[in-house]
Every structure is written in structure tokens, then in C-alpha cells.
């Protein structure tokens, strides 16, 4: 299968309740998305919910390691299931 589109995203997600640890207390989550659409328009999405409250990964750090050709590395050779990535990344935001 061909991926023809990758697109990365963050989203702020409101706890129902303020959510505490012992390095603070948020009321959002803010995670990072990727969705990929395959070239047969079938649509697979994965997910990154860092804590800067609990370690030092953040959205935005996250985003950097994608923008610096992880997603290009982790797709064709960790999922060892022959994809290969002949459109665009898109990073919105």
C-alpha cells in the first residue's frame, strides 16, 4: 500500500476535571495526532499525549521529531508492512 497523505495536528482536549500530580495540576490534555490516508483512501490515525507536567515531552517536541523524518523512518520500516510514503506531510499549526 502507497500512503499518499500524512497529515500531523494538535488538539486540546478539556479534562472533565482538573487533573493532578505531584508536577502540577492541568485542565487540558494537549495531544498530537497523525492520520494517514493510504492511496485506496483507506485512513489510519495514531496518537502522542505528552505530560509536560510528569516529563520533559511536549507537543511541540514531539512535532519537532516528526518534522525532523521520523515518520518517514517509524512507516516503512518499523510497521515492516511495505509502505512506502509517495505524497506530502502536512503539519498543520
Known amino acids: 500500500m502507497k500512503i499518499s497523505k500524512a497529515r500531523i495536528f494538535k488538539a486540546s482536549i478539556p479534562y472533565r476535571y482538573p487533573f ?3 508536577g ?3 485542565s487540558v490534555a ?3 495526532f497523525v492520520e494517514i490516508t493510504g492511496d485506496e483512501g483507506f ?3 495514531g496518537e502522542a ?3 509536560p507536567s510528569y516529563s520533559k515531552e511536549t507537543p511541540e517536541s514531539i512535532i519537532a521529531v516528526l518534522r ?4 518517514e523512518q517509524i512507516i516503512p520500516t518499523k ?3 511495505g509502505f512506502t ?4 506531510v502536512e503539519y498543520v499549526n
Not at 85 to 88: L, R
Open 20 to 22: 493532578t500530580i505531584a
Open 24 to 26: 502540577g495540576t492541568t
Open 30 to 32: 494537549e495531544h498530537v
Open 43 to 45: 485512513k489510519g490515525y
Open 49 to 51: 499525549a505528552p505530560m
Open 68 to 71: 525532523a523524518g521520523m515518520l
Open 79 to 81: 510497521l515492516g508492512l
Open 85 to 88: 510514503i509517495t505524497g506530502e
